[in-house]
């Protein structure tokens, strides 16, 4: 599906930036004089502004990048949530026009699984901050990038089986209606 295939991306993007933020600080000059020239200083100091104004363009990029994946990510989560929440509903409703059951029990409607929906979202985010915090402590920023790009990995995974999900209830949903339309025409 097209939210794998973005969320992909996304890890191959941290992974990047990750083995980019281990090379950069592996490559960077130490402070010692060691006793040499002026002009090594000199190239040191160039080498270190240089470095510095590299450091602050790749900082920009990767802010700029991480947030317009978020935003988009976020939009293809709910569009797909949207849509699967549908094909449920419309597969119910044909299964209660076809048994014609007067008694059944009250549906939650779509309102009340998007307020369920926030409530995780909400608690995810208050839990993946803390996670987060905690992980930063031990796994450093290389160490925080390559962890999202595996929990990428997974959520692609995810979203897969979501997708073939959808795919039975499409395939369920377009049964019932060429099975209708075959017993109305005859």
């Known amino acids: ?25 592996v ?20 080498n270190n502004t240089m470095t510095t104004m590299i450091g602050q363009y790749l ?30 509903e419309v597969t119910l409703l044909k299964e209660e026009q076809q048994n014609q059951s007067q008694h059944s029990l009250p549906k939650q409607t779509k309102l009340e699984r998007f307020s369920y929906i926030g409530f995780g979202g909400t608690i995810g985010g208050i839990l993946g901050s803390v996670l987060a915090s905690t992980l930063a402590k031990v796994l450093h920023l290389s160490g925080l990038l390559l ?3 595996i929990l990428l990995e997974i959520s692609a995974q995810l979203s897969i089986e979501l997708g073939s999900i959808m795919q039975y209830h499409w395939e369920k ?5 060429n099975l ?7």
């Open 180 to 186: 209708n339309a075959a017993t109305t025409d005859t």
């Open 1 to 25: 599906t097209s939210l794998a295939l973005f969320y992909r991306v996304f890890s191959g993007v941290l992974v990047f930036y990750s083995v980019l933020y281990t090379s950069s600080t």
């Open 147 to 149: 962890f999202s790009a």
């Open 173 to 177: 949903q377009q049964s019932a209606t």
């Open 59 to 88: 900082y920009i990029a990767f802010f700029l990048i991480i947030h317009l994946m978020k935003l988009h990510s976020l939009s293809l989560v709910w569009g797909v949530t949207t849509e699967a929440m549908e094909y449920e």
């Open 27 to 46: 490559l960077q000059p130490s402070d010692d004089d060691g006793g040499g020239s002026n002009d090594s200083n000199i190239n040191i100091n160039n």
